[in-house]
């Protein structure tokens, strides 16, 4: 029988916490690597796949607005969702006609999209909790899934950038980066309060992770499983500290 599937990601508290983490060094790191590896196309469609409150989002529109004509953010955070709706009307009220916000549960999938019809696609340190439990144990299907759907729904020479963390990652390390940014905000007690909602998490994240429930894997494990989903071209870097890789792959012309 599979454990029970609660999501850790899916209550108020966590949707809150979301975009406090925004002002953290490494997550501004992980941020502008993520901006440096796309290719973006003139009139493209975009889609945003854990899209949190919007932080990569924001920062896609900022730098890429002008050759984004339409959008999808989805994620599993209702709460979340409604903040980056927010943030994006606020921001891009020139886009905000264009976009489309849907919840989502990546573990079933990703089919908001039709095939070939997407240039780019994104996503911030989410595609890692797609899960699937096959009665005995935690695999890796619903990722690979979840890999190939993407594929079918991006158009031809379409674009995936997404971010993972790496095996373990030192959340530590991560904190210690992110103490400047967080008490030298006017919000330092939110931002105190929002890095513990989330350290909070690690413990039992990182435990799911070392039991294959979540996928923190090498990058010599992510790259076959990119190439069976049909990817090429395949580039990565380490950022957040080097506590992820920021990954680009490619649907072929």
Not at 78 to 93: C, G, I, N, T, W
Not at 114 to 129: F, H, R, T
Not at 141 to 157: C, E, H, M, R, V
Not at 233 to 239: F, G, M, R, T
Request: aromatic content about 12%; hydrophobic content about 40%.
């Amino acid at each position: 029988m599979a454990p029970d599937r609660k999501e850790c990601w899916s209550d108020w508290l966590t949707g809150w916490a979301y975009q406090y983490q925004q002002v953290a060094e490494p997550y501004q790191e992980l941020l502008d690597d993520t901006i440096g590896m796309i290719q973006i196309k003139p009139e493209s469609h975009l889609v945003d796949i854990g899209c949190g409150s919007g932080a990569l989002l924001d920062r896609t529109l900022h730098y890429f607005g002008d050759s984004i004509t339409s959008f999808t953010a989805a994620d599993c955070n209702v709460f979340a969702l409604d903040r980056a709706k927010k943030l994006v009307e606020s921001k891009y009220p020139n886009h905000a006609g264009g976009g489309r916000y849907e919840t989502v549960d990546i573990s079933h999938g990703f089919n908001l999209e039709k095939e070939n019809s997407v240039d780019l696609a994104i996503s911030g340190l989410a595609l890692q909790y797609a899960e699937h439990f096959d009665g005995e144990k935690w695999t890796r299907q619903a990722y690979q899934n979840l890999l190939s759907d993407i594929w079918k729904t991006l158009k031809p020479g379409g674009q995936l950038v997404y971010s993972v963390n790496v095996p373990s990652p030192d959340s530590k390390l991560i904190a210690k980066r992110s103490l400047k940014a967080i008490f030298l905000s006017w919000k330092v007690l939110v931002n105190i309060a929002a890095a513990i909602i989330m350290l909070r998490q690690t413990k039992p994240v990182r435990e799911w992770a070392e039991k294959g429930r979540f996928h923190f894997l090498p990058i010599e494990e992510i790259l076959p499983m990119l190439e069976t989903a049909g990817f090429i071209n395949l580039e990565y870097k380490l950022s957040y500290a080097g506590q992820a890789y920021v990954i680009s792959a490619f649907k072929s012309e």
